[in-house]
C-alpha cells in the first residue's frame, strides 16, 4: 500500500467536497500517468482512497509516459522513452524508462524554458526537480516515478487521500469486473470514476453489490497562462506553475485557508 500522505498542518483545515451526497468510502482508480491533467486531482480530491492501476497491460502512446504543457508556440508533449523490445504485454507496474536518452534532463529545461517566468515557478520547479534529478540509473520503473510525483504534488495541495496500488490487492478480472473487485477489496460505498468510462462501464453491477457509482463532475476552468489565449487540459505542472497552491485549490473545488485565518470562498473567487 502507498502510504497514507501527512501533509503540512501549518495550511489549515481540508474540506473535501461531498460527490452527489455520497457517505462512506469513496474510492477512484486510474492508471498512474505522468504528470496528469487537473481532472486527475479532481477525482483524488474528492475521494477517500485512489488506486493507481498498475497490473493492467500498459497501453503504448498513451498518456502513462507522456503529456502536454504551454510553450510560446503552443501545446507540446513532453515523452519519456520507455523499454519495449521483448515486452509486448508488459503490465504497466512492469515498464521501465529509458534513463539512457537523457529525458529527465530535457524536461527539466523544456520547463525551466517555458515557466520560467510564470508567477509560481521557483516553488513548483524545486517540488519537481527532485524525481527527475534522481533518474540517474540507465533504467526504473516508470509507474514508480509517476506516483512519486503525483505523491509530491498531492502532499504540496494539501489533499489527505489514501493512496493503493492495485498490484498489492488480490484483485482480477476486465473493464467493470476489475474495477469493481477493486472496490469490494477496499470496501467502497462509492465509486467515482471518470466521464470517459461513461462508454465502458456497467453500472448496474456496482449497483448490484451496494456500490453506488458516480461520475466526476470536474469541467476544466480558464486561469491565468503565459503566452497568450488559453489552452486547457494541458498536465497539472501549467495550473501549478500559473495558479500556485490557493488556485489549483480553488479550480479543485477545495475550500482553502488563507494565512491570516480567512477562508478563500471557491464561490467568490
Avoid at 519537481?128 to 505523491?151: K, Q
Avoid at 494539501?158 to 488480490?170: C, G, K, P, V, Y
Wanted: neutral net charge; charged residues 20%.
Amino acid at each position: 500500500m502507498v502510504n497514507e500522505l501527512a501533509p503540512d498542518e501549518s495550511r489549515g483545515p481540508i474540506a473535501i467536497c461531498d460527490m452527489n451526497g455520497a457517505v462512506g468510502t469513496t474510492v477512484a482508480i486510474h492508471q498512474p500517468n505522468y504528470i496528469p491533467w487537473l481532472g486527475y486531482f479532481f477525482k483524488i480530491a474528492h475521494a477517500n482512497k485512489f488506486v493507481f492501476l498498475d497490473m493492467v497491460v500498459y497501453p503504448g502512446g498513451s498518456l502513462v509516459n507522456r503529456n502536454s504543457i504551454k510553450t510560446a508556440h503552443g501545446p507540446a508533449w513532453l515523452t519519456i522513452p520507455v523499454l519495449k523490445s521483448g515486452r509486448s504485454g508488459q503490465l504497466i507496474g512492469e515498464v521501465e524508462t529509458d534513463n539512457t536518452k537523457g529525458w529527465a534532463h530535457r524536461h527539466l529545461a523544456t520547463l525551466r524554458s517555458n515557466y520560467g517566468r510564470a508567477p509560481h515557478f521557483k516553488e513548483i520547479f524545486a517540488l519537481l526537480e527532485p524525481h527527475y534529478r534522481a533518474a540517474t540509473r540507465d533504467r526504473s520503473s516508470l509507474a514508480a516515478f509517476n506516483i512519486g510525483v503525483i505523491c509530491s504534488i498531492v502532499t504540496y495541495l494539501d489533499i489527505r487521500t489514501q493512496f493503493i496500488r492495485a498490484s498489492e490487492l488480490n484483485v482480477s478480472g476486465q473493464k467493470t469486473d476489475l474495477l469493481l473487485d477493486i472496490c469490494r477489496a477496499i470496501e467502497a460505498s462509492t465509486y467515482l470514476a471518470g466521464t470517459g468510462a461513461k462508454s465502458y462501464q456497467e453500472d448496474v453491477k456496482f449497483e448490484e453489490n451496494g456500490i453506488t457509482p458516480v461520475y466526476s463532475p470536474f469541467s476544466q476552468q480558464s486561469y491565468p497562462q503565459l503566452f497568450g489565449d488559453f489552452l486547457g487540459n494541458l498536465s497539472v505542472v501549467d495550473v501549478l506553475m500559473n495558479c500556485g497552491y490557493l488556485g489549483t485549490r480553488r479550480l479543485l473545488g477545495i475550500e482553502s485557508e488563507l494565512p491570516d485565518g480567512a477562508i478563500f470562498d471557491n464561490a467568490k473567487a
